[in-house]
């Protein structure tokens, strides 16, 4: 069936640092790609996403890249900051509103100041 | 903007009894609805695919005469745990995808413990 994985699982860095988190998807089908960042007690908000006919995105501090061919996608934090500190989630989609979304088992970020 | 609205946020229930969740999209058409279950510190599980008009489908290992799911409309799907029990307790959370762009969004959650 269809998987995604996402690396690392925990991820510190120094305030102002980048972070670079990292996943791999199974199902060739899926074309849309979006991330996640969950605040403690918090819904998920969906804070970047990237479809199968581009290869990068940037919205600010933080970008996606996307490689079809190998089924990698990454998400770049740089300068970052302590309201950075969440944990991100990577997902992978079919084509259409009725396809489910499956999702990585998630990363923690922490930012040391 | 897209806003998805989940009540209750937290409720504490009897064992045996049943609990419902209404997820609503407040201002786009959700012709899919997905509710998923969240242990703490960890991903999101997806339980089950609800879509209006028709009966929801469930993901392995889900029983789907414990979490009954209704999508009556365009706008709501409610999720109802029936004899609720101590190992149901769990961050239940939905999701709404719109069908313009694809772009999902989520409810707030609901905080069940069940004593």
């Known amino acids: 069936g269809e998987n995604v994985e996402q690396h690392p699982s925990t991820l510190s860095v120094q305030e102002g640092d980048s972070a670079v988190i990292k996943c791999t998807y199974s199902?060739?089908?899926?074309?849309?790609f979006p991330w996640y960042k969950q605040e403690l007690g918090k819904r998920p908000q969906l804070i970047i996403d990237?479809?199968?006919?581009?290869g990068e995105k940037k919205d600010q501090r933080i970008a996606v890249t996307l490689n079809k061919t190998a089924k990698h996608f990454s998400l770049h934090i740089t300068e970052t900051q302590p309201e950075d500190s969440a944990v991100y989630f990577c997902?992978?989609?079919?084509?259409?509103?009725?396809?489910?979304?499956?999702f990585g088992s998630g990363t923690r970020l922490s930012i040391r100041p | 903007g897209a806003v998805v609205s989940q009540h209750p946020s937290r409720v504490i229930c009897k064992s045996g009894t049943s609990v419902k969740i209404e997820c609503r999209s407040l201002?786009?058409?959700?012709?899919?609805m997905f509710w998923y279950r969240q242990f703490p510190k960890q991903s999101l599980m997806l339980m089950a695919t609800s879509n209006e008009g028709s009966k929801a489908t469930y993901e392995q290992g889900v029983e789907k005469d414990k979490f009954l799911i209704n999508h009556a409309s365009l706008t709501l799907s409610t999720l109802t745990v029936t004899s609720a029990h101590p190992e149901d307790s769990s961050f239940y959370i939905c999701?709404?995808?719109?069908?313009?762009?694809?772009?999902?969004?989520f409810g707030s959650g609901t905080q069940l413990s069940v004593l």
């Open positions: 999701s709404a995808r719109k069908r313009v762009d694809e772009k999902l969004f």
């Open positions: 997902a992978a989609s079919r084509p259409s509103s009725a396809s489910k979304i499956i």
């Open positions: 199902d060739s089908a899926s074309n849309y």
């Open positions: 990237i479809r199968s006919n581009v």
């Open positions: 201002d786009f058409q959700a012709t899919t």
